[in-house]
């Protein structure tokens, strides 16, 4: 059951089912740049963190106005 | 979810470009209109810090894969499908560039799932339930997410139908359908929370600043 639970995106799955039903199917343009697994956790958490930056700032002005 | 670099035939990647760009065009006409009022400026700015923060959730699932909200319950909200899309399309360009996540070849189809499609029938939930404003938001967010992995669904179908007929395509999208569901309806759930509890706070406390009914328009 656990094993199951896996951080495999729905990429890969999607690729598979894919070359299921076309065998030839191959992405015809792989990304220019692709991180590397560590690379990518952190650009994800930068990510996460333009967004909270925005938030906290707008609740916290709101916050300090009322 | 979004359909990775490479994956849709050039025909789709610019049928969905030219569904797109209408919508991105008009939208960002919009978003400079509202760019002017200083409440709106600060609404805008929570739409988009709530689809950056719930796009990169990724959270795993017992089918083996691991897919994440889209966050555009908000933006749909307070601005309707056209400004959704313009800030669909920022976080999408990041991913698409930084992590290889969606790509720049099927960004109008991700655009068109993500930012119009989706939050289309988001709005329209929004509209029809509009007087309890937490369920109305939560609904919309809850089928913002939803319809958007249904129409990538039928948008991996179209391009890739099990046979060469109307029969193949429906055929496709129920597989992948199926697989999305199990991830995508609990995570529209939690997003959904997550969007009523932010758009609750933000509103109420812009309506205590400047003691108006902000979002009853």
């Not at chain 1, 990429?11 to 191959?26: C, S, V």
């Not at chain 2, 610019?14 to 509202?34: D, H, Q």
């Not at chain 2, 991700?110 to 939050?119: L, T």
């Not at chain 2, 929370?193 to 205590?208: D, M, R």
Request: hydrophobic share 55%; glycine share 6%; aromatic share 12%.
């Amino acid at each position: 059951m656990f094993a199951l639970l896996s951080w495999l995106g729905l990429d890969e799955i999607i690729e598979d089912i894919l070359k299921e039903i076309d065998p030839d199917f191959q992405p015809w343009l792989s990304p220019l740049f692709e991180p590397s697994g560590e690379l990518e956790s952190f650009l994800f958490s930068i990510q996460v963190a333009i967004g909270a930056l925005i938030l906290g700032y707008v609740i916290g002005y709101l916050h300090g106005r009322s | 979810m979004h359909i990775a670099e490479g994956f849709l035939q050039p025909e789709w990647c610019l049928f969905w470009y030219a569904f797109s760009a209408p919508f991105l065009i008009y939208g960002a006409m919009k978003i400079r209109a509202k760019m002017r009022n200083r409440t709106e400026k600060i609404l805008l700015a929570v739409a988009t810090g709530f689809i950056f923060v719930l796009s990169a959730m990724k959270i795993p699932s017992v089918t083996g894969s691991c897919s994440h909200p889209t966050g555009t319950g908000i933006a749909v909200v307070l601005f309707g499908p056209a400004i959704t899309a313009v800030l669909s399309a920022i976080v999408l360009l990041y991913q698409a560039l930084l992590l290889a996540h969606g790509g720049i070849t099927t960004l109008g189809a991700n655009v068109a799932s993500m930012g119009i499609i989706g939050p289309f029938f988001a709005w329209i939930t929004y509209r029809a339930l509009k007087k309890n404003r937490r369920v109305a938001v939560f609904s919309a967010s809850a089928v913002a997410s939803i319809s958007t992995y249904v129409v990538t669904s039928i948008q991996l179908a179209l391009a890739f139908p099990a046979t060469q007929s109307f029969e193949g395509v429906i055929e496709t999208a129920i597989r992948f359908l199926a697989i999305f569901a199990f991830t995508q309806i609990p995570i529209a759930l939690i997003e959904a929370f997550l969007a009523v509890a932010v758009f609750e706070q933000v509103i109420s406390k812009l309506e205590e600043v400047s003691k108006v009914d902000v979002r009853s328009s």
